[in-house]
């Protein structure tokens, strides 16, 4: 883990805010290998029990008092198919059963939980805030000011190439300020979503970052349960 | 190496010296019969067409033992007559069926060829005799061109002989309404030769062994040149049969020659040499009435094409390779066919016989890198049997020339290379498990022992097969999901069958051994002019600014736009990204080790310009440049003070303009075996090192790149790879290469993993491929995952050919080879050819964590170049 002056990046693609004891994830996007079967043909396991492992491993270590899950939970899907139900199912009864507090913070895909979470009287907000401390996906602007902004939906993803010009992707982190706030977009917690190429692309999915400089911001980049890493910053980065 | 062998005469079967349940019997033919003996054993309607022939040899050895209901390979040079060979007793017995009215609606027999343009021809030629003949049978083909209307019309008449390929056959095989009518009495597999070597031969193996298990039939090969004729003929028949090889390959005359078109090869400008190259072309196409030239690639065989437009008539040239439309390549055929074409251009597919009328003389650009290759190539020529085969092989540098002059002097001794083909390959496995869970419920130890049956699968383990299984029905982590699985598998019972409403249309649509590849067209700005093509797969990884080689020359990318790329000409700049597209055909080691041969004896000094001309059949400028490049190769030898005893393996280190250690490996051992080592050496050089190591491989060396001013010791890095961890060192060498995502890519496609069509609708190959490098992430954690270990064994085996790998490794540790480290300020010529090659791979470091910290510093410390 990488930890920076207020929360710890976690190599398991998870956010540790001690001073309210929160734990983030964001992106997880159950279901989604169903639509690489439906649309790319691809036949793939899925990638939910390693996501649920890491997570819960995550909830033991750092044993904060409150999950936020930062949007996109499920990855809607026309109808919901069996395999989003069955691990919808199956992350909100076991999470539930953790002695933390949940909060849903509702994506852009989010459509057809509510009434699951209901169940379990937990509520699926647009925004959450938490002392200094907001919470949202990131498809929209924010309604309010906060110190500290915490989004995902972007996906955010660093390329870098070798001396022969092997491109490597990576998951990233990014730090850097909007409207005057800290603003910390968090990576996909999904081994297959793709994202957007923060230091080739300038068209952002979020309208948060169209209207920040991105290329300000500094990239963490992660490698998967081995380590977190500062890059320069993505200006830096760019060819 | 295979010399001619010699023949026993055929006679009864003899149950081989194996006495276990495997017997096997391969005989030879000798006996040629006489026309009268052949006459006598057909129908006399028949015989009486067939009389007006002289049986050619082919004919003479085998209709006979066709007659006699022996499985029968005959090998012989294309336009000899192995066709009709084959059809002869076909059409004999059905003549005798349809005159005492025994003649059903069904297939008597069944004709593969691995090309479809041919089909038609064999239609047409068998057509031609039957209506001479007076005789009524169908005859049908069936290709995925078929349209649907002819396939109603077989159901309804059943054609007596079905033409088809080995796609189709599949298919077929899971056509439930027409498959009553597969009961042929004969297959004829034609084109044996190009299907061997690869997947698809091993895919029509099983097809045949799951039609076999219903029907007993005939099973007849033909093939061109190819050697070890025992294994083609194991190949043909399957495990425990029996089979006799009629070989006719001496049956044509050839007149190969090698020639260089400057006097010194050596020493000469790329302009020159090109200019001189069309000087020529041009005096054998107008020595000649139909001239028809072999390039290595289609790039290749487009720029020659437009070039020689300066000097002949654009209506008289014709182009031909599979890049192109199926209507223009049976245009060209056609054109050919009528004489109207003065020159045809193409890089492989005219290589598979097709009755193309009068080609006169071949000339073959480049290399062919192998003898069969060769001799299939120059035997286009000369129209009729007594006709003599005449070839040029136009060498443009001195790696041509030496495996020209080398190639053709073995082929006249009758020595050829060694074919080898793909064993237990699980991709494959997975589609007829599809195909066959799709007919009925089966037994898997029952399906397991029709698999071993073919030839190609006869060593696969159990374990190996009920992974696949396993993995077919949604193992693997799909199994709260077993809904997505494509055959359900009952693994206390053992038997598995169809599931899910999609398994037959993903069956029928993806099925195939040949990889989709999307080309994209690759134009050169200013002007557009066209220059080749890339895989989309390469395109993906281009930035602006990327250095890269196509078709021998040296290009900067600059933008894409659909399947279209521009890029401008980068002559004299080095390439900055490996090219691994570019997969030419190897050389083989069995030639590569005689080449060392012939160079062991020049630098001994004996080898005379008059022996050249007269043994290796190389004219006076080759033999010339042949003696130059012997000079050259001594001098520099001699003046780093090695030995030129043909001992020594030299290895060149000299450090690049960005300061990187280079280290050119001359091993003449050609590129199966250099593929291995050098990715070897590569590892280890990687893993002590902490870098990335940049890989060229040709099959006259390797090249390793070493990046960040570090250097290897060649002695410690030559110690550090021995015969005892070869294999091991490779098995993990080669999953962090660009090499192995780019297999994986197709293994996972033949595993149905990843379709290109699902549920009736294309998935585009861009979007495939946005996935490839996660997915293996995501697989490479389960264990023994098939589509990963297919991926391993294609690279190990069919790739890269580790037991001469073996073979080297253990010649140096016994002395007999010297490796030689020696310093320069430049490559040599010798290595200069590996040095422009371009690179061909990279191996990536092991460690994650050291390759972040890699790639952190390389953005860090070179603040300057633009990074990322």
Redesign the interface.
């Known amino acids: 883990m990488l930890t920076i002056k207020w929360a710890k990046l976690l190599e398991d693609l998870g956010l540790m805010i001690e001073e309210i004891g929160a734990l983030v994830v964001a992106d997880l996007h159950l279901g989604y290998e169903d639509v690489?079967?439906?649309?790319?043909?691809?036949?793939?396991?899925?990638?939910y029990?390693k996501m649920k492992s890491l997570i819960l491993e995550m909830l033991e270590e750092a044993s904060p008092d409150i999950l936020v899950l930062n949007g996109d939970f499920k990855h809607e899907f026309g109808e919901a198919s069996?395999?989003e139900w069955?691990e919808v199912r199956d992350l909100i009864e076991t999470l539930v059963k953790e002695k933390v507090k949940l909060v849903f913070v509702r994506g852009n895909h989010d459509n057809f939980i509510v009434t699951l979470l209901r169940k379990y009287e937990l509520p699926l907000i647009q925004e959450a805030r938490i002392g200094d401390y907001l919470f949202i996906h990131g498809h929209r602007l924010p309604t309010q000011k906060a110190e500290y902004i915490i989004m995902g939906h972007e996906h955010p993803s660093?390329?870098?190439?070798?001396?022969?010009?092997?491109?490597?992707?990576?998951k990233a982190f990014l730090l850097g300020e909007y409207a005057g706030s800290e603003l910390l977009v968090l990576p996909s917690m999904h081994?297959?979503a793709?994202g957007t190429v923060i230091?080739r692309e300038r068209d952002y999915i979020s309208p948060i970052l169209k209207f920040t400089d991105v290329d300000s911001f500094t990239p963490f980049?992660v490698?998967p349960g081995?380590?977190v890493?500062q890059?320069?910053k993505v200006e830096?980065?760019?060819? | 190496m295979g010399a001619r062998p010699s023949g026993k005469s055929s006679g009864k079967i003899l149950i081989g010296l194996n006495a276990s349940s495997e017997y096997m019997s391969i005989q030879y033919a000798s006996k040629s019969y006489s026309k009268s003996e052949i006459l006598s054993l057909l129908h006399p309607r028949v015989a009486r067409w067939y009389s007006r022939f002289e049986p050619t040899p082919p004919q003479a050895m085998a209709i006979p033992l066709i007659h006699n209901g022996e499985n029968v390979l005959i090998t012989s040079p294309t336009g000899t007559g192995k066709t009709l060979a084959a059809f002869m007793t076909v059409i004999s017995e059905l003549a005798s069926m349809e005159d005492n009215g025994s003649l059903d609606d069904r297939v008597y027999a069944l004709y593969v060829s691995p090309l479809r343009a041919l089909n038609n021809d064999i239609r047409r030629n068998l057509l031609v005799p039957l209506e001479e003949i007076g005789l009524n049978f169908r005859v049908a083909v069936r290709t995925g061109d078929t349209p649907s209307s002819e396939r109603q019309r077989m159901l309804r008449k059943p054609p007596h002989i079905l033409i088809t390929t080995p796609e189709t056959l599949a298919i077929v095989l899971n056509a439930t309404r027409f498959r009553r009518f597969l009961t042929p009495n004969w297959v004829i597999v034609d084109e044996i030769h190009a299907l061997f070597e690869n997947k698809r031969g091993a895919h029509l193996s099983l097809s045949l062994e799951r039609l076999n298990r219903l029907v007993s039939f005939q099973r007849i090969g033909l093939s061109a040149t190819i050697w070890p004729l025992d294994e083609v003929a194991r190949f043909l028949v399957g495990n425990g049969r029996s089979c006799v090889v009629v070989n006719a390959s001496y049956a044509k005359e050839k007149d190969i020659r090698v020639e260089t078109p400057v006097p010194d090869l050596i020493h000469v400008n790329a302009d020159t040499l090109n200019k001189e190259m069309y000087r020529r072309l041009n005096e054998i196409i107008r020595e000649h009435r139909t001239t028809l030239i072999f390039t290595n690639t289609r790039s290749g065989a487009e720029r020659v094409a437009f070039h020689l437009q300066d000097s002949v008539a654009v209506d008289d040239i014709g182009t031909h390779h599979g890049s192109l439309s199926r209507d223009v390549r049976l245009d060209v055929e056609e054109k050919l066919k009528r004489g109207e074409l003065k020159v045809v251009v193409s890089s492989t597919s005219l290589e598979l016989g097709i009755d193309i009328g009068y080609i006169d003389c071949v000339v073959q650009i480049g290399s062919p890198k192998s003898i069969s290759r060769c001799l299939q190539r120059i035997g286009r020529a000369g129209h009729r049997i007594r006709d003599v085969s005449k070839g040029v092989l136009l060498c443009m540098s001195h790696e041509d020339l030496l495996e020209c002059a080398v190639m053709v002097k073995c082929a006249y001794e009758g020595k050829l290379d060694r074919a080898s083909h793909p064993k237990n390959a699980l991709d494959v496995l997975a589609q007829h498990l599809v195909g066959m869970a799709l007919e009925q419920k089966w037994d898997a130890e029952e399906a397991f022992g029709l698999v071993r049956k073919s030839y190609t699968f006869k060593d696969l383990s159990w374990d190996d097969f009920e992974k696949t299984l396993r993995y077919l029905s949604g193992g693997y982590g799909l199994e709260p999901y077993k809904v997505y699985g494509k055959i359900w598998y009952d693994e206390r019972d053992r038997v598995f069958g169809r599931r899910g409403k999609y398994a037959r249309v993903i069956y029928m649509l993806n099925l195939g051994t040949i990889p989709d590849e999307v080309a994209i067209k690759v134009y050169s700005l200013p002007g557009k002019r066209y220059v080749g093509n890339i895989e989309e797969e390469f395109l993906e990884r281009l930035e602006p600014g990327d250095i890269f080689v196509l078709g021998g020359r040296v290009y900067e990318f600059v933008r894409s736009s659909g399947v279209k790329a521009y890029v401008k000409d980068a002559k004299g700049k080095k390439p900055t990204i490996p090219s691994w597209f570019s997969e030419m055909l190897p050389l083989s080691f069995d030639l590569a080790c005689e080449i060392r041969r012939f160079m062991g004896e020049a630098f001994r000094g004996g080898v005379g310009l008059d022996e050249l001309k007269r043994k290796f059949r190389v004219n006076e400028w080759a033999a010339r440049s042949l003696l130059n490049l012997f000079k050259v190769e001594k001098e520099f030898l001699e003046r780093h003070g090695v030995e030129p005893d043909g001992r020594s393996l030299i290895v060149e280190e000299f450090k690049d303009e960005d300061g990187r250690q280079n280290l050119i490996f001359l091993f003449l051992f050609g590129r199966r075996v250099n593929d291995a080592l050098s990715r070897a050496y590569a590892w280890v050089a990687s893993k002590e090192m902490g870098v990335n190591v940049g890989l060229t491989v040709t099959d006259h060396g390797f090249m390793l790149t070493i990046p960040r001013r570090k250097k290897v010791d060649v002695y410690w890095l030559i110690s550090r790879v021995s015969s005892s961890n070869l294999k091991e060192i490779l098995s993990r060498a080669i999953r962090n290469t660009e090499m192995f995502k780019r297999r994986f890519r197709h293994v996972a496609a033949r595993s149905f993993m990843v379709l290109r069509n699902y549920k009736g609708h294309e998935i585009r190959v861009k979007r495939q491929m946005r996935n490839a490098e996660s997915l293996l992430r995501v697989v490479s954690d389960l264990d023994d995952f098939p589509v990963v270990k297919e991926t391993e064994r294609e690279i190990m085996e069919d790739v890269m050919d580790v037991e001469n790998a073996l073979t080297v490794l253990r010649m140096i540790e016994r002395g007999e080879l010297e490796v030689t480290p020696v310093r320069t300020p430049v490559p040599s010529p010798l290595a200069h050819g590996i040095y422009l090659s371009g690179l061909s791979d990279v191996i990536l470091m092991e460690d994650r964590l050291k390759l972040l910290e890699y790639l952190y510093r390389r953005v860090v410390e070179d603040a300057d170049d633009k990074m990322g």
């Open positions: 690489l079967r439906e649309e790319e043909g691809i036949f793939i396991a899925s990638q029990p069996l395999q069955i660093i390329v870098l190439r070798d001396e022969f010009g092997t491109k490597f992707r990576y081994p297959l793709t230091n980049l490698e081995l380590t890493k890059f320069p830096r980065l760019r060819r």
